[in-house]
C-alpha cells in the first residue's frame, strides 16, 4: 500500500503572509490522514514555514540542493544546513532546474546523493519535452532520466526515492496530460523499475506534475500508477491546495 503524497512546489514565489496564511489553514483544515502533504517554500521562508507549521502533519520540503556539505559556493545551499530546519524533503532534477540551470543527468544524480547522504527524501523530477513527445522518444527520455539517477544507488537508498513525472510541456502552462498519458508513462516507470527490484517497484511512489489542479486531480489521482501530485501554481492558493490534497484520499 502505498501512502499517496501532495507535494506544493512554491517554485519563486510566496511571501512571509503566504507562509503566515498556509499556517493558518492547515492548522485548522482537517488533512486526511492517509495523505502524506509537504510545502517546498524558497529557502528564505523555511524556517518561517517550519514554525508556522509547527505541531501540524505537513512536512517541509526545499526546492533544490547543492551536492556538497559546505565550501566556497556562493549562492547555494547543502542538505545538512537544510536538515538543521527540519526539511524532510528536496527535489532534484526540476526540468527548470535542468532547462534553466543546465542541471545534467551527471548534476541531478550528484544532487540526489548528496540529499540521501544528508538522510533528506529526495524527490526525483523526470519528464519529457514536447519535443521528444512529438518525435516519440517519450519513454525513452523518461527511462533514461530514470535509470541515469538510480541504478548507481544501493536498493535502500532507492527506496527512499519519490519519483514526480513531469512533462515539461505540462508545466506552468495550463496544460495538463490526460490522466491516460499520465498513467502510460508511470506505468512505463514502474515497469523498468520491476526490472531492478520487483518489490521495489510496487511499494515505490510515482507521482504526476503539470499544471495539476482543484479540477482535475481527482482524475488524475484515480490512475492506478499515480501516488500523488507535485503541484507548482496551484499550490500557492491554500485553498485550491488544500483540495487537491483532498483529491488523494
Ligand atoms: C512544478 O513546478 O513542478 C509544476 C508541476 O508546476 P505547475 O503545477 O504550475 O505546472
Redesign the pocket.
Known amino acids: 500500500m502505498r501512502t499517496p503524497l501532495i507535494a506544493g512546489?512554491w517554485?519563486m514565489n510566496g511571501s512571509s503572509a503566504l507562509v503566515d496564511a498556509f499556517g493558518q489553514a492547515f492548522a485548522d483544515a482537517d488533512l486526511p490522514e492517509s495523505v502524506e502533504v509537504v510545502v517546498h517554500p524558497p529557502f528564505p521562508y523555511l524556517d518561517a514555514a517550519r514554525r508556522a507549521l509547527a505541531g501540524g502533519s505537513v512536512k517541509l520540503g526545499a526546492q533544490t540542493l547543492n551536492p556538497l556539505h559546505a565550501g566556497a559556493r556562493t549562492g547555494e545551499v547543502s542538505g545538512r544546513m537544510l536538515k538543521e530546519f527540519d526539511v524532510e524533503y528536496v527535489?532534484v532534477g526540476?526540468?527548470?532546474r535542468r532547462e534553466l540551470y543546465r542541471e545534467s543527468d551527471d548534476d541531478v544524480y550528484d544532487r540526489l546523493l548528496a540529499a540521501l547522504n544528508a538522510d533528506l527524501r529526495p524527490i526525483l523530477?523526470v519528464g519529457e519535452t514536447l519535443e521528444a513527445r512529438d518525435a516519440g522518444r517519450t519513454r525513452d527520455v523518461v527511462l533514461r532520466q530514470v535509470g541515469h539517477a538510480l541504478a548507481p544507488l544501493e536498493p535502500a537508498q532507492r527506496a527512499r526515492v519519490t519519483i514526480?513525472y513531469?512533462p515539461v510541456w505540462?508545466?506552468?502552462?495550463?496544460r495538463?496530460a490526460t490522466p491516460e498519458q499520465a498513467q502510460e508513462v508511470m506505468a512505463a516507470i514502474r515497469e523498468y523499475q520491476a526490472g531492478f527490484d520487483p518489490a521495489l517497484a510496487q511499494s515505490m511512489r510515482l507521482i504526476y506534475?503539470?499544471?495539476?489542479?482543484a479540477a482535475n486531480a481527482a482524475e488524475l489521482l484515480a490512475q492506478p500508477d499515480i501516488d500523488g501530485?507535485?503541484?507548482?501554481?496551484?499550490?500557492l492558493k491554500v485553498d485550491d491546495f488544500l483540495a487537491i490534497c483532498h483529491s488523494a484520499r
Do not use: D, F
Not at 170 to 174: Q, S
Not at 229 to 235: D, E
Open positions: 512546489n517554485k527535489l526540476h526540468s527548470e523530477c514526480a513531469e505540462a508545466i506552468g502552462t495550463g495538463t506534475g503539470g499544471s495539476m489542479n501530485g507535485l503541484v507548482g501554481g496551484a499550490s
